[in-house]
């Protein structure tokens, strides 16, 4: 518990700095103004785009979990869009447990193959928006530490993402938990190599080429919608930004919310996509402007899809942080659980 407050003033100390670095020297007239060029068209195309990535998402859920368990997106659905409300409404990504340990609640999927679906969920966007980012970098002439810092975190995360994928492969894991037994004590390598077993249970889906692919192209199309929604709001905005600045825009974004942050991911969201539309000449009043309407719409959508689906579908919604850690310790343990990610989108 003591780690978790820890994490929550943490979270909120980085939002209140980055809070105060979006609104610093800006007009608040000139920003009202800017939202208000917003045409009602666009923002509905843009709730329209934001809640079909939320479909699909759920869509990709069921993918990666079809090796534990056929689940349909009568339960999948409400699942995703509830887990992705206490995501947002909790600071410091505590509610990444959410979905989990929804989905152990109301199915027969266990805690830990449920989060290991869900790292490598995650792993997956991570690994696309490097990749988007890594386009992006040679045309934003970006200071050598930033690149530098980049290249060492793209580093790590394919090192990461690579070494997920051969661990589930079972011949190669054992030599790797061998190893791990040589290098550390006893109780630890039997620690770790429990909680591998169970997690790993959850990353089946990279077993089938087939279902890999289809994986792949369902995250094109995902990160498709969110770059339209981008693109969309430019034009309404009367931005004369093209595809190479929506891109640039969704990546820095995510990687601001990416770090601690207070409820609804504010500050982080909007200083974040202040400083990638600074990269295109955008005056900082208007990018407030784009950034404070941009995440509003976001998180209506989220927020609506959220409430809509704890009031009409028939899930044991009883969430809490307090219950969802607590099984997530005693299941490690005993073998039947696995630690949270916090991260992406």
């Not at 990749?131 to 793209?154: D, M, Q, Y």
């Not at 407030?288 to 927020?303: G, M």
């Not at 490690?332 to 990610?341: P, R, T």
Request: hydrophobic share 60%; with cysteine; glycine share 8%.
């Amino acid at each position: 518990m003591t780690k978790n407050i820890l994490k929550i003033i943490i979270s909120l100390a980085v939002s209140l700095v980055a809070g105060y670095l979006a609104l610093r020297n800006v007009q608040l007239n000139d920003v009202i103004a800017g939202i208000r060029q917003a045409d009602s068209i666009s923002v509905a195309i843009v709730l329209v785009l934001i809640a079909g990535a939320q479909i699909l998402r759920s869509s990709r859920w069921g993918l990666l979990l079809e090796p534990l368990e056929s689940l349909s997106q009568r339960l999948l659905l409400p699942i995703t869009c509830i887990g992705f409300l206490f995501v947002w409404i909790l600071p410091a990504r505590l509610g990444e447990l959410a979905r989990p340990y929804l989905l152990q609640q109301n199915s027969k999927v266990g805690l830990s193959p449920a989060m290991g679906s869900v790292v490598l969920e995650r792993l997956i966007d991570s690994t696309f928006l490097v990749v988007l980012l890594t386009i992006c970098l040679p045309v934003l002439r970006l200071p050598g530490v930033i690149l530098s810092a980049f290249k060492g975190f793209a580093f790590i995360l394919l090192a990461a993402v690579l070494l997920l994928l051969l661990g589930s492969i079972a011949p190669f894991r054992e030599k790797l938990f061998r190893v791990v037994s040589i290098v550390l004590p006893a109780s630890w390598s039997e620690f770790l190599t429990r909680i591998a077993d169970t997690f790993y249970s959850g990353m089946q889906a990279v077993m089938s080429v087939k279902r890999l692919l289809f994986i792949l192209a369902l995250t094109l199309v995902i990160w498709a919608a969110n770059l339209a929604a981008f693109l969309v709001l430019f034009r309404s905005m009367h931005l004369n930004l093209g595809l190479l600045a929506g891109a640039t825009v969704l990546v820095l974004t995510c990687l601001g919310i990416a770090l601690p942050a207070a409820p609804g991911f504010i500050g982080n969201y909007h200083y974040a996509c202040i400083v990638a539309l600074g990269l295109f000449g955008v005056a900082k009043d208007t990018a407030l402007a784009y950034a404070i309407l941009l995440h509003f719409l976001t998180l209506a959508v989220i927020v609506a899809m959220g409430l809509f689906f704890i009031n009409v579908s028939k899930l044991k919604v009883s969430f809490s942080l307090r219950s969802a850690v607590s099984s997530s310790s005693g299941g490690a343990g005993q073998g039947a659980s696995g630690e949270s990610l916090a991260d992406n989108e």
